[in-house]
């Protein structure tokens, strides 16, 4: 990264991020769509936004995370990802995405202490909870989604270990209390995440992108996570935050200070998400070093948004940043609180539960 720092980078010329070639260096960083059916399966409006979002000049998809555990959901409009996920739908969604030009990439998850008991009908489990047998199993689980996502055509993985789920869980120190080889040091709480990267790279081969999301701010020495991530062989990584979603009203990127002190050394793409909202304020961040930009919600707000840029300089996005879409599909059916028309699978998975949260 030290000798990218001084590169010049342009939002719309072509790119390579791994083993992928990119129309542009956009991405959309990975966000829940809630479109599952009740009990975790795929549909076609799940594949629709995939669809547009390539159509619409989104360079690189990071899907809504999918969990690899079908008893640990994080909500119950979230995909589950293992051997009984309709793999018609989800070739569909790759072709339909290769097919406007862009690439596709799920992402893939474990809830861990943010899996919902209501849904679940058992408590989350968190990094104290499993045995180092359940844990073996758990790294198969990854695997076998990895897996059935290069069978259906998919490009690649990201692995989340970011946001409060099972992996970010496992890296917090004080979320992850195991006094055996997976708690203790930050090496030690890399173990779990380097098993599962590692069992992931052997099954699936150099030409299936390896990336992972993690936290800023989640493991107390962020420059030693990136290079306990980078020694793990993986494509690129994602930086967020756990402190992600009480910036509402921030319109500027969240974490690039914070990413730009620890990245010296570090060689592997560094890809910033949070707070962009303007071509301008993409162009900051390439010019900051980083070859590429995350977007999240002002894709949902206007899934044409990276089009709009790219046909107008000084494009800003109508999103207010105000956080309402992490819960407004609860209150009516759809993704934003500017928009009006209904999402009928929306209606399906949350109608019974409006109003409750």
């Given at each position: 990264m030290d000798g990218e720092e001084c590169m010049q980078y342009k939002l719309f010329e072509t790119a390579r991020l791994g083993p992928l070639h990119?129309?542009?260096?956009?991405?959309?960083?990975?966000?829940?769509?809630?479109?599952?059916?009740?009990?975790?399966?795929?549909?076609?409006?799940?594949?629709?936004?995939?669809?547009?979002?390539?159509?619409?000049e989104v360079g690189l998809i990071i899907t809504g995370h999918m969990t690899v555990d079908r008893s640990q959901r994080a909500d119950e409009g979230q995909v589950v990802l293992d051997r009984r996920i309709d793999h018609s739908l989800l070739r569909q969604a790759a072709e339909e995405v290769h097919r406007a030009g862009g690439r596709i990439v799920a992402q893939i998850s474990h809830s861990g202490l943010k899996g919902m008991e209501r849904v679940n009908g058992c408590r989350p489990k968190g990094p104290d909870d499993f045995t180092e047998e359940e844990l073996d199993q758990l790294v198969e689980q990854f695997i076998d989604g990895a897996r059935i996502c290069q069978a259906a055509g998919l490009d690649g993985v990201q692995i989340h270990?970011?946001?409060?789920?099972?992996?970010?869980?496992?890296?917090?120190?004080?979320?992850?209390?195991?006094?055996?080889?997976y708690?203790?040091?930050?090496?030690?709480?890399?173990?779990?995440?380097?098993?599962?990267?590692?069992?992931?790279r052997a099954a699936c081969g150099p030409e299936f992108a390896l990336l992972v999301k993690v936290d800023s701010n989640g493991c107390g020495d962020l420059r030693a996570l990136l290079r306990l991530c980078q020694g793990a062989g993986?494509?690129?990584?994602?930086?967020?935050?756990?402190?992600?979603?009480?910036?509402?009203?921030?319109?500027?990127?969240?974490?690039?200070?914070?990413?730009?002190?620890?990245?010296?050394?570090v060689e592997v793409p560094l890809i910033p998400v949070g707070g962009v909202f303007s071509r301008k304020t993409a162009e900051q961040v390439l010019e900051a070093g980083f070859p590429f930009v995350s977007f999240s919600r002002s894709l949902i707000c206007q899934p044409d948004f990276i089009s709009h840029m790219k046909e107008n300089p000084e494009a800003e996005s109508r999103c207010f940043a105000c956080n309402g879409c992490y819960k407004i599909y609860r209150q009516r059916p759809v993704r934003c609180v500017q928009h009006t028309q209904p999402l009928k699978q929306l209606e399906i998975v949350f109608g019974p539960y409006h109003q409750k949260d």
């Open positions: 990119l129309k542009n260096r956009t991405v959309r960083s990975a966000t829940n769509e809630h479109l599952s059916t009740l009990d975790g399966q795929i549909t076609p409006a799940w594949v629709q936004v995939q669809r547009e979002l390539a159509e619409r270990h970011a946001h409060g789920y099972l992996l970010s869980n496992f890296l917090n120190p004080q979320e992850n209390h195991r006094t055996d080889s708690g203790g040091c930050l090496e030690n709480r890399f173990r779990l995440p380097a098993r599962i990267l590692a069992g992931v993986v494509d690129g990584i994602e930086i967020s935050g756990l402190d992600f979603a009480t910036r509402a009203g921030e319109k500027k990127p969240f974490f690039l200070h914070e990413i730009m002190e620890a990245r010296e050394g």
